[in-house]
DNA sequence: TGTGATAGTTAGAAGCTATAACTCAGCGAC
DNA sequence: GTCGCTGAGTTATAGCTTCTAACTATCACA
């Protein structure tokens, strides 16, 4: 079974990004729900359980689209890291990044299945983003004392990968996940459809509002 | 066409409201997406297209539960302010109300369908638990001068029904909103699995963030 | 005792996921 | 160059779904 790695692997890589394009964008238009195999299949130019020789199952194919979620989050966050973006900038990447799809946004951080459980490494890449928080809001810490809760959270620091920040700055980089996450996921499902407000400038002084704390 | 009213239309309402509890049980164990129209039929006791006489199809099924499930938070929060509850209350009341259901509480806050428009009356019954949460920020105002955002909020304010509360209540307001559902919609999606933090103190802070603002 | 509305039935169309069984093309080994 | 294996694709099919059509039986009322 030696054989010619490259050609067959290469011509697989393509097909199943090709499969996840199409994925995307019956998913864009229409959420996840009405992502269908076969509509797929036929988009690629195959007949439908072709499909199952790249991805096992419709639900390894969900997977391997959160998968590239994170993924895509991840880079983004950390670009804008290294563009030199603080907390608000880090938040206005993220909002840009969601609102180009809110789909992806949601299928990340929207309704989960009761049953699924995401794989692993998608929990790493999650905390990968969370530990690029905790360092934009380590940069703007002034020294404050610990809030009760930060002193609660030093206790419980596991999550934060190990990260040796100050329990206030632990609070304010959970904070800030919360409190745009509250924001961004209205604005993305539409509660905000009547109450005509500008969203990112509840966002800032959401952040605001954290900076002073 | 004069004909028994009351026993008919009785019955009616009787199987109606037996479909949907038996759609809640669904739902609440596997979510929406696997909520089956024809499962419920054999659960009550009828054989498939049988319940097509009492909900046109999937969507309006699900319509009537979105609006049942506004319906109740909208009691819950009454409740609650009737009872005496502050802001830290109401909070309390809508997170142990979301925790006894999650499904039912992701099915009006978590991801959309894309096309979906949800009929008028559940935003009506939306900004009647707005206007509870306007009030109870209202009970604890201060008299701070107004945010800017405040005064952004203070010539679009009819989502607030033409609350006549001061621009800083309506921000309050609009936080608490926003704060509380970023806590508590990550807390039910599980994506503070790994992290082993209490939710509840992270709700008070916030809020307590927010009252001494 | 009729009569018309309504609740239920079965049959079936069209779609879905997924499996099974098969064909055919291409690559490696001899 | 030929043999044989592997893997990509096919069609057929089972079993599920939503939903429509056509039919029957029942119930309330005149």
Redesign the interface.
């Known amino acids: 079974m030696t054989e010619n790695v490259s050609s067959r692997e290469r011509y697989r890589a393509q097909v199943r990004a090709d499969i996840k394009r199409h994925a995307w964008e019956q998913i ?7 992502l269908s195999l076969n509509a797929i299949a036929k988009q690629v130019g195959m007949s439908g359980p072709a499909l199952y020789r790249y991805f096992a199952s419709r639900d390894e194919l969900i997977t391997a689209l959160i998968r590239d979620a994170y993924r895509s989050l991840a880079d983004t966050v950390r670009a804008a890291r290294d563009a030199g973006a603080g907390v608000p900038g880090l938040a206005h990447a993220i909002r840009d990044w969601a609102r180009a799809d809110p ?1 992806r946004y ?2 990340i ?7 699924y459980r995401a794989p692993d490494d998608t ?1 790493a890449i ?2 990968e983003v969370m530990s690029v928080l905790i360092d934009a809001c380590a940069a703007e810490d002034v020294g404050e004392p610990p ?3 930060g002193t ?2 030093e206790t ?1 620091r ?2 934060a990968g190990g990260h040796p920040a100050p329990p206030a700055v632990l ?1 304010r980089a ?2 800030f ?7 961004l ?2 604005e993305l ?3 905000f459809a ?5 969203p990112d ?2 966002i ?3 952040l605001a ?1 954290l900076a002073g ?1």
């Open positions: 864009a238009e229409a959420g996840v729900p009405a789909q949601l299928l951080y929207g309704t989960p299945v009761p049953g929990t999650s905390s809030t009760p809760f609660h959270l419980h596991e999550w609070h959970l904070s996940w919360t409190r745009l996450h509250g924001v996921s209205l499902a539409g509660h009547g109450m005509k407000f500008d400038l509840l800032t002084e959401e509002d704390r």
